[in-house]
């Protein structure tokens, strides 16, 4: 089953935070995110593993609740660059460990 | 150090037609993948390859998809015949081991008319 992602789309200014939610209804090893641009593959963010630290890239930094089943991505002071698509991809527990990705978050930062 | 490379990077077919895509992952990668993206969605798990293994093909239309990897490197992935809902673009993810870091290749787009 896909896990949920929130919100579906945000519009921002230069500067301003977000926040974007991952939720799965499966128990979770880890949680990976990732950005696209338009027309563009995917580019790896950052890696959540259950029980590790909160992770951080440039001003982006994500967290892994393992009861919750869920997992955040926090983008401070946005710039231009960080406009995109964000995909959470949760690898379950168990014995298949696979990757499902979210339907994504669409986000687009202004000047 | 080179990326994912995926050939071709767009194909226009009828309904009915066959049509392969390749992919060559990054050296000394185990793991391979192969997914579907529809426009507006995220990327959906097609088939997994760890050396030249299956790992999972759950969801892999088997009727009328079919991908192999040779030699556990090159990995192509065939569509025979193609349907209009297999529009999409097609990308190929290459790891070192299983639940790591994904790097994804440039992508096939594929139209079916």
């Known amino acids: 089953q896909q896990p949920v992602q929130s919100p579906q789309a945000v519009i921002l200014r230069e500067g301003e935070d977000a926040v974007i939610n991952c939720s799965s209804s499966?128990?979770?090893?880890?949680v990976h995110w990732y950005r696209q641009k338009h027309g563009e593959a995917p580019v790896f963010l950052m890696i959540?593993?259950?029980?590790?630290e909160q992770k951080g890239h440039e001003k982006i930094s994500a967290s892994f609740n393992e009861k919750k089943q869920q997992s955040s991505l926090y983008l401070t002071a946005s710039q231009l660059s960080y406009s995109g698509t964000y995909f959470c991809?949760?690898?379950?527990?168990?014995?298949?460990?696979?990757?499902?990705f979210g339907s994504g978050t669409q986000l687009t930062v202004l000047p | 150090e080179a990326g994912v490379a995926q050939s071709p990077r767009y194909k226009i077919i009828e309904k009915r037609q066959s049509v392969a895509f390749w992919c060559n992952p990054i050296?000394?990668?185990?793991?391979l993948y192969w997914y579907q993206q529809i426009l507006g969605q995220g990327p959906k798990l097609l088939i997994q390859?760890?050396?030249?293994?299956?790992?999972?093909d759950s969801q892999l239309p088997k009727d009328r998809f079919s991908a192999e990897r040779l030699k556990g490197v090159d990995s192509t992935l065939k569509i025979q015949p193609a349907k209009l809902e297999d529009s999409a673009v097609y990308l190929c993810?290459?790891?070192?081991?299983?639940?790591?870091?994904?790097?994804f290749g440039p992508g096939t787009r594929l139209l079916v008319l």
């Open positions: 993810a290459s790891s070192p081991r299983s639940q790591e870091t994904q790097y």
């Open positions: 499966k128990a979770l090893y880890s």
């Open positions: 959540l593993l259950k029980g590790g």
């Open positions: 991809g949760p690898f379950s527990s168990g014995s298949a460990r696979q990757l499902t």
């Open positions: 050296s000394g990668h185990a793991t």
């Open positions: 390859f760890q050396n030249n293994g299956v790992v999972d």
